[in-house]
């Protein structure tokens, strides 16, 4: 699903990102490494597979674009160190040739020097370009001369069929001045979005990204 915005054009895509045509750029937040392994260290059961399923799906877009550079919308990393860090740090070297930006989120508590270490780029609070501002937290006040990039929320869509059939699932949530990005890691939960004035909401699966209104 191709989007225009301030004369740009973005493609949502199915793992929960945004690539970025004009600058070759992917836009993901909320990967949440390390959440996976700090769950199954304190008993709670979840699938072997799940944290390989953050990197096969990194691997893929990277392929899908031929993206250039990453722009991480923070909580790249849930907690403390674990050994989902040094699975980055191998996928990182993979892609040397790949620039990678970070707005830092509320869970990035790893030290700076990790991050830097990886050749990150590291940004505390909004990084900005080409009157795009980048951050973690969805902004309440705006500049109307920008338009806003962000995640934090890990928004989520409700959509009922006939009867009491429902479904609940990922979306981006496209509003006049801001864009909030569903979480790309597995197992973030999600907080429902409704509708609003001058607000569309593209719901993501799979196979299909589409808009719901």
């Known amino acids: 699903?191709?989007?225009?915005?301030?004369?740009?054009?973005?493609?949502?895509?199915?793992?929960?990102?945004?690539?970025?045509?004009?600058?070759?750029t992917l836009l993901i937040g909320d990967l949440h490494l390390g959440k996976v392994t700090h769950f199954r260290k304190e008993g709670i059961?979840?699938?072997?597979?799940?944290?390989?399923?953050?990197?096969?799906?990194?691997n893929e877009i990277v392929r899908q674009t031929g993206a250039?550079?990453?722009?991480?919308?923070?909580?790249?990393?849930?907690?403390?160190?674990?050994?989902?860090?040094?699975?980055?740090?191998?996928?990182?070297?993979?892609?040397?040739y790949m620039d990678m930006i970070i707005v830092m989120g509320n869970h990035d508590i790893l030290p700076?020097?990790?991050?830097l270490e990886c050749e990150l780029e590291v940004y505390v609070n909004d990084y900005e370009e080409n009157n795009f501002i980048f951050t973690h937290h969805p902004k309440v006040?705006?500049?109307?001369?920008?338009?806003?990039?962000?995640?934090?929320?890990?928004?989520?869509?409700?959509?009922?069929?006939?009867?009491r059939q429902s479904v609940r699932l990922p979306c981006f949530v496209i509003?006049?001045?801001?864009?909030?990005?569903?979480s790309f890691g597995v197992f973030t939960g999600g907080y429902q979005m409704g509708l609003a004035d001058d607000r569309?909401?593209?719901?993501?699966t799979e196979t299909r990204v589409f808009s719901v209104c």
Do not use: C
Request: aromatic fraction near 16%; proline fraction near 3%; avoid cysteine.
């Open 1 to 24: 699903m191709q989007i225009e915005i301030r004369g740009n054009h973005f493609i949502l895509l199915t793992q929960r990102a945004i690539f970025w045509e004009e600058t070759q």
């Open 45 to 58: 059961a979840i699938p072997n597979n799940a944290a390989a399923n953050n990197f096969e799906r990194l």
């Open 175 to 182: 509003d006049k001045y801001q864009a909030i990005l569903p």
């Open 68 to 96: 250039t550079r990453i722009i991480f919308l923070g909580d790249l990393f849930h907690n403390q160190y674990n050994s989902e860090w040094e699975t980055f740090r191998e996928w990182r070297a993979d892609h040397h």
């Open 200 to 204: 569309k909401i593209y719901i993501t």
């Open 141 to 163: 006040e705006f500049d109307i001369t920008k338009f806003v990039f962000a995640g934090h929320v890990h928004p989520v869509f409700t959509s009922y069929g006939k009867g």
């Open 112 to 115: 700076v020097s990790l991050l």
